[in-house]
């Protein structure tokens, strides 16, 4: 992921639109609410909306990175936001306060699950809410004329968001529901019948994911691309360890049952954070001396291993102290 997520400066946004997807899932287009046009983007790119509250969301962008290449004045942020009732509010906030004419800030688009736009022919897994950053891919394929398949899972086809705008595009898509036993998707099978060539897309729940990892551990890893909205591991959440914040020299005790970013937040420390769950990116840190224990879907398995930056979000720590750059 880019630095320009923690380090690019906020940008407004005006809600335009809102339309119901599906049960449950709301799209959202913005504009620009100033003089100046919005960054381009790149598909499979994601902003981080402001919530109230202090809440940070990313959610990622549907629509065509080629929309506006013409004229940026015409650019817009289109995201899709499924209603999670269990989750931690954010959610719920969108499905309620927005409306149209509304302005909200907005962190410009970063992507860490970007489209290899040269593959010869791509095949795309999407489960549920993880249809949004596939629209995105699929729509600028299109444009590029590149063939591509989709398999799209979803409970029904009431709860299967951009349902139409996908049968109007120019591949091959199958659409397969949880409510139908003969439709069920084989991950494994669609892995394994695709030629070496092929890029591989995966975005769905931790479930799918999974399996879908297992499924291309044979392939060639730069034709294998995923992104997770819920981190593998749980959090590390059993404290009993220090973090020394070295530009100010305070020492914190993370107590169990906190993480080190609800210790940082207690302590009325301001630092950029969105997912919560290790995913986006938003929330990594420089680490200057210690041992993380890392629980994050998003730093390599060789920055693990380097242990030069942690999540605090979900990370912890092995060490006793673990000293950060902040």
Known sequence: MSVASTTAPPIDLRLRQTRLEAEGIVSYEFVSAGDAPLPAFSA?????????GDKVRSYSLANAPFEASADASLRRYLIAVQRDDEGKGGSAWMHATPRVGDVLRATPPVNDFALAEDAPHSIFIAGGIGITPVMSMLRQLDALGRPWRLHYASRSPAQTAFAEDVRTLDGETRFCFASSRSERLDIAAIVREAPPDVHLYCCGPPRMIDTFIDSCAR??????????????????????????????????????????????????????????????GTCRTAVVDGQPDHRDDFLSDEEKHANTSVMICCSGARSGTLVLDL
């Open 44 to 52: 499979g790119a994601h902003i981080d909306l402001h919530l109230a």
């Open 219 to 280: 392939r060639p890893p730069q034709t294998v691309h995923f992104e997770r909205f819920a981190a593998a591991e749980a959090p590390a959440t059993g404290g009993g360890y220090d973090v020394v914040l070295q530009r100010s020299g305070q020492r914190l005790t993370v107590v169990p049952g906190k993480t080190i970013l609800d210790t940082l937040l207690d302590h009325g420390i301001d630092v950029p954070y969105a997912c919560t769950a290790g995913v986006c």
